[in-house]
């Protein structure tokens, strides 16, 4: 089976609220994810999240800390995801290639819907 290993970032206000984007293109369009993406060779974790928001939302952030690694089997490939506690440094999370955004509160986590690897960092979320 394809192996895909990517980053995600949780970002997070000084309220507790995180950022959440919901995708525009692929299978899984219009479900609800952490913004990140594919890791490049030679790159840790950390290089390739800061890239890849740049990338997507013309933001940097601070990486803080990881809060967990998913692996999930999707039909045609492995996920592995390494999740990340971030916070915006400079920039204003302008949407390039996601359809909408909403920032969630921990009692508003379960209002999308999630891919299903998302799964279970929102579960983690929930119980901390």
Known sequence: ?????????????????????????????????????????????????????????????????????????YPAFHLTMHCYYCHVESGTLTLKEHEAARWLSKDELDSVQWLPADWQIIETLKHQ
């Open 1 to 73: 089976m394809k192996q895909i290993e990517v980053v995600a970032a949780i970002i997070h206000d000084d309220e507790g609220c995180v950022f959440a984007t919901q995708r525009g293109y692929g299978d899984y369009k219009d479900y609800w994810e952490f913004p990140g993406g594919k890791m490049e060779v030679g790159e840790t974790a950390e290089e390739a999240l800061k890239r890849e928001i740049w990338e997507e939302l013309e933001t940097r952030i601070i990486v803080e800390s990881l809060v967990q690694t998913v692996e999930w089997d």
